[in-house]
């Protein structure tokens, strides 16, 4: 009846969303390929866009806890390091032990006289083989229970870099993971 109907579209819509994200990406990676990729600049608090995005995508099941400063502001594009963080948090969902809180923390460090926005993602999930982490970040590599892919690792580094950026990760079996984002500051 009608609700099985409503569940299928529900169901179809879903589908269809996955697909557009996969052919967006695809489209990201030829851009980043060919050295097109473009970057809508602007001042953004990093620590709401934090704060948001896990609000959004945490559950029941998948709490996010952040632990930023009231602002902390940076000159990105803004829905290029909303992607960035989903991506981040996404994998960490599909890692974390069910009732295990997911770490947001965002600071910022001086080295060499440069001062960076520094946005890390900890989950305390299985953790990452030595082996398999440097190669997280090609093209279609996903981890061990990967279902996605293998294109959001290597499109989030390809966008901290475009901001003069980079990303990394650090793992070890079974202590669990944390990627780092780390952006230039103004």
Do not use: C, K
């Amino acid at each position: 009846g009608r609700e099985r109907d409503v569940r299928d579209v529900d169901s179809a819509m879903q589908a269809f969303d996955r697909l557009r994200r996969l052919v967006l990406d695809l489209l990201d990676v030829e851009r980043l390929d060919r050295g097109i990729f473009t970057l809508s600049v602007e001042m953004i608090n990093l620590a709401a866009l934090a704060r948001e995005t896990a609000s959004v995508l945490q559950t029941p099941q998948a709490e996010i806890h952040v632990y930023a400063p009231d602002e902390l502001n940076v000159a990105v594009d803004p829905d290029r390091i909303h992607q960035v963080l989903e991506n981040l948090l996404s994998n960490a969902i599909n890692y974390a032990p069910a009732g295990v809180p997911i770490e947001v923390r965002v600071t910022s460090e001086t080295r060499e006289d440069t001062t960076w926005a520094v946005l890390a993602v900890r989950d305390e999930g299985p953790g990452i083989p030595a082996d398999l982490l440097p190669s997280l970040f090609n093209r279609y590599v996903g981890g061990t229970a990967s279902v996605g892919l293998g294109l959001g690792l290597y499109l989030a580094r390809g966008i901290a870099e475009a901001h003069g950026g980079r990303l990394m990760g650090e793992s070890a079996p079974d202590a669990g993971t944390t990627f780092r984002l780390e952006l230039p500051m103004p």
